[in-house]
């Protein structure tokens, strides 16, 4: 049985590869060291085969356990998380990346970097595709994340000249269950907002762009780039290529949550990107992957899931 280690396990995102990974008949071992994510992310699993350690990513780690494959997913990833901890998420893409670089070199283990679309930064093409090398103020606030995340790519692709196999994935705005309810971005905002009948918050005009896709999907092209021989080194964008404003979003969740909440405007955070789409060509063509869940139908799983820790 192949192991697994999944670095940010706890997080929205890692703790429904390590249900997925188990369920694909893998042996994982989720590391995290809960400055944002939760331990009741991990609750349904139930598995002999799910291993958990509560340790900083960034700090050595003596194993003997040889991985097959290594996911580092380990960082705060909404704005409101990594502006509340810059130098942990700089670290997380620093050092992290490097020790967990140098266990998979250790082991021989394919090695998965969870990069971002915040690489691109206020993109000057649209869509953004894999070729481009992105706008990025490297000094801005937001620079703590999108800078150290185009960091990790280079220091894993001088691992992928050294001979490890390294894939990198840049990863679109994505959403559904175990989003914090106070997560910062925008569905999960405008979902609470609209369940505790406040106002939801629109930073600018609201039509700046997003493009949103739901985690059953993201998850379902990590496996297969995760699985497929002969990617060594190749970047690929996972998200939905279907593009909204932010005005969009807020009155389709005001008219499926039937909530009578008023739509306020704020100031645009300073480098807040204009318009995020990917072009997923590269993923159709490379893993014969596509995103299959409608808007509609993640809202609705997601605006589920809000409700029921309402009711807790």
């Not at 697994?4 to 042996?27: K, N, P």
């Not at 704005?79 to 997380?92: F, G, N, Q, R, S």
Request: proline share 5%.
């Amino acid at each position: 049985m192949n192991k697994i280690l999944i670095t940010g396990a706890a997080g929205f995102i890692g703790s429904h590869l390590c249900e997925r990974f188990i369920a694909d008949g893998f042996e994982v071992y989720g590391m995290d060291n809960l400055i944002t994510g939760s331990l009741e992310n991990l609750e349904n699993i139930h598995s002999p085969f799910f291993h958990f350690i509560e340790h900083d990513v960034t700090e050595n780690w003596d194993t003997k356990t040889d991985f097959d494959l290594i996911l580092h997913f380990a960082c705060p990833a909404s704005p409101k998380d990594y502006l509340m901890y810059p130098v942990e998420t700089l670290k997380a893409n620093s050092v992290g990346t490097l020790k967990t670089l140098e266990l998979a070199e250790k082991c021989g283990a394919r090695y998965i970097f969870a990069s971002t679309s915040e690489v691109y930064g206020d993109a000057l093409i649209h869509p953004q595709n894999e070729g481009y090398w992105g706008n990025v103020n490297s000094v801005g606030p937001r620079s703590v994340y999108d800078e150290a995340k185009r960091f990790s790519e280079a220091l894993s692709m001088a691992y992928f000249r050294k001979g490890l196999d390294v894939r990198i994935l840049r990863i679109f705005n994505t959403y559904g269950p175990r989003m914090k309810s106070n997560d910062g971005r925008v569905i999960p905002n405008f979902i609470s907002q609209a369940l505790n009948s406040e106002s939801l918050t629109i930073y600018g005009d609201g039509h700046q762009t997003r493009s949103f896709c739901y985690v059953d999907d993201l998850v379902g092209g990590i496996l297969r780039i995760s699985n497929i021989e002969g990617l060594n080194g190749e970047i690929i964008n996972l998200g939905n290529p279907e593009e909204y404003s932010m005005l969009d979003i807020a009155e389709i969740i005001l008219k499926k949550i039937k909530s009578q909440s008023k739509i306020v405007f704020k100031p645009l955070p300073e480098d807040d990107p204009r318009r995020r789409r990917p072009d997923i060509s590269k993923a159709k063509d490379i893993l014969n992957w596509e995103p299959q869940t409608p808007l509609d139908l993640g809202l609705k799983k997601t605006i589920k899931f809000f409700k029921s820790k309402l009711l807790e």
